[in-house]
């Protein structure tokens, strides 16, 4: 995998992967878009014409982790109804780290695990779950790659069932 930033401005950043799966090459435009309150009217106009959604949150702070169910996730689907969404479990290789977990241990919290993000992506309907560690690049690759499998096959749309209730 080849990996370049090319771009970074206030906002949002824009990092382009070349990423093989099998012989098929693959170029994805990584867009890593501000956080802060104050990008919540701009942030949106970048999400048209995205092909799949990455949302992030670093595994060793809970509250990131509860930000994907009350903000990001709603606010990705609600711009862009239908278009596949991975959530993302980033800072694996901290999740372990004995000074991580007793700053955690000290606020009565503990780093998020993996059957937690997963039932996550279940409950909101995300593609799927998925960790890595951009530090040790441990699965980082796994990451794009799922990215690109849900961008070319978006995953069908539920049919609605047609029920009949006589009262």
């Not at 401005?9 to 098929?24: F, K, P």
């Not at 106009?45 to 509860?66: G, I, K, N, R, W």
């Not at 000074?99 to 780093?111: C, D």
Request: with cysteine.
């Amino acid at each position: 995998m080849l990996s370049q930033t090319t771009w970074s401005e206030g906002t949002q950043s824009l990092t382009w992967a070349l990423n093989r799966i099998g012989d098929e090459p693959y170029t994805l435009g990584l867009f890593d878009t501000a956080g802060q309150e104050d990008y919540d009217r701009l942030r949106p106009l970048s999400y048209p014409q995205t092909d799949v959604f990455l949302v992030c949150f670093s595994v060793t702070s809970p509250a990131s982790f509860e930000n994907v169910r009350e903000k990001w996730f709603p606010e990705v689907h609600h711009h862009c109804p239908g278009v596949p969404c991975l959530i993302v479990g980033t800072q694996v290789d901290l999740r372990d780290d004995p000074s991580v977990r007793e700053k955690l241990a000290k606020q009565k919290m503990s780093p998020v695990r993996k059957e937690d993000g997963e039932r996550m992506a279940k409950d909101l309907g995300a593609v799927k779950y998925v960790e890595c560690s951009a530090l040790t690049q441990f699965k980082l690759k796994d990451v794009f790659d799922e990215a690109i499998v849900a961008a070319l096959e978006p995953p069908a749309p539920k049919k609605k069932s047609h029920k009949c209730l006589v009262l």
